[in-house]
Nanobody, 123 residues
Framework: QVQLEESGEGLVQAGESHGLTCRFSGDTFSDYSIGWYRQAPAKEREFVAAVYLSGKTKNYGDSVKGRFAISRNSAENTVHLQMTNLKPEDTALYSC????????????????WGQGIQVTVSS
């Protein structure tokens, strides 16, 4: 059974950088596209970023383009989300997702979801 474990929860200052890691287990990592979503209180869930099987194709939400970067490490079965120039509006619960389907990952229909971790950006 696929399991996703996020790490990197924390409180950071606006303008700083911070990284999140998603650790994948329970199946063949290279068969899954991996993504990140976030949800702030009283707001809808928002697509953040996703990386395709090979790691060469990536997609980003409009609000994070140019500031966030996603990458995958096949040796460690992890996906890293590097966040730079953080803003208070980046404060949210960040969740890692995985699916065989690239479309399901980027359109919020992924089969597997992590528990989520909190990132808080103070001004």
């Amino acid at each position: 059974q696929v399991q996703l474990e996020e790490s990197g929860e924390g409180l950071v200052q606006a303008g700083e950088s911070h990284g999140l890691t998603c650790r994948f287990s329970g199946d063949t990592f290279s068969d899954y596209s991996i993504g990140w979503y976030r949800q702030a209180p009283a707001k809808e869930r928002e697509f953040v970023a996703a990386v395709y099987l090979s790691g060469k194709t990536k997609n980003y939400g409009d609000s994070v383009k140019g500031r966030f970067a996603i990458s995958r490490n096949s040796a460690e079965n992890t996906v890293h989300l590097q966040m730079t120039n953080l803003k208070p509006e980046d404060t949210a619960l960040y969740s890692c997702v995985a699916d065989h389907s690239w479309g399901d990952v980027i359109y919020g229909k992924a089969e597997h979801w992590g528990q989520g971790i909190q990132v808080t950006v103070s001004s």
